[in-house]
């Protein structure tokens, strides 16, 4: 039996943060390194290097990448069971307080989901907020029904960014 688990970090969030990326929960790795979309296989902070040219060589250069950017990053669970890091495996979950977080930052303006499952989490509890929406690809190696590029063409686009370098 799985045991509950609490997200175990705090939204990267700055006061002028335009776009707040949300994820579902993080990996195993992700808890084992306290920091988001850990897993050397996935491709998030790669996707980002190639859509803004910054470099994502170590913690700091990541946070400094959406800083820069003007991006957030969050996951929409607070807590929940599950016994690997799929989605599919994710049960009883409790949601984080996006409309709190969306008050606290009102520079926020568009949110981002990277994968369906935050995004009907999202629509599921605040699907009343009016707030600009869009749907990222999913930066999980598992999910392979678009290559690397084609998810950069998709961020950049999305985003809001350019991804001519």
Request: aromatic share 12%.
């Given at each position: 039996?799985?045991?509950?688990?609490?997200?175990p970090?705090?939204p990267?969030v700055?006061?002028?943060?335009?776009?707040?990326?949300?994820?579902?929960?993080p990996?195993i790795?992700?808890?084992?390194?306290?920091?988001?979309?850990?897993?050397?296989?996935?491709?998030?902070?790669?996707?980002?290097?190639?859509?803004?040219g910054?470099?994502?060589?170590?913690?700091?250069?990541?946070?400094?990448?959406?800083?820069?950017?003007k991006?957030?990053?969050?996951?929409?669970?607070?807590?929940?069971?599950?016994?690997?890091?799929?989605?599919?495996?994710?049960?009883?979950?409790?949601?984080?307080?996006?409309?709190?977080?969306?008050?606290?930052y009102?520079?926020i303006?568009?949110?981002?989901?990277?994968?369906?499952?935050s995004?009907?989490?999202?629509?599921?509890?605040?699907?009343?907020?009016?707030?600009?929406?869009?749907?990222l690809?999913?930066?999980?190696?598992?999910?392979?029904?678009?290559?690397?590029?084609?998810?950069?063409?998709?961020?950049?686009?999305?985003?809001?960014m350019?991804?001519?370098?």
């Open positions: 039996m799985e045991k509950k688990l609490e997200h970090f705090d990267i700055f006061n002028d943060t335009q776009t707040l990326i949300l994820g579902s929960f990996s790795k992700s808890f084992e390194n306290c920091f988001y979309y850990a897993h050397p296989r996935n491709q998030f902070w790669k996707i980002l290097e190639k859509t803004t910054y470099p994502v060589n170590n913690r700091d250069q990541k946070i400094w990448l959406l800083k820069e950017t991006l957030g990053v969050w996951d929409m669970i607070a807590s929940c069971q599950r016994d690997n890091s799929l989605d599919s495996s994710l049960e009883d979950e409790v949601v984080n307080d996006i409309p709190a977080l969306l008050e606290k009102p520079s303006t568009k949110l981002a989901f990277t994968g369906k499952k995004q009907a989490l999202f629509e599921k509890h605040f699907g009343d907020l009016d707030i600009e929406r869009v749907y690809p999913s930066p999980s190696p598992a999910f392979a029904a678009m290559t690397f590029e084609e998810k950069v063409v998709q961020y950049a686009k999305k985003l809001g350019s991804n001519e370098q």
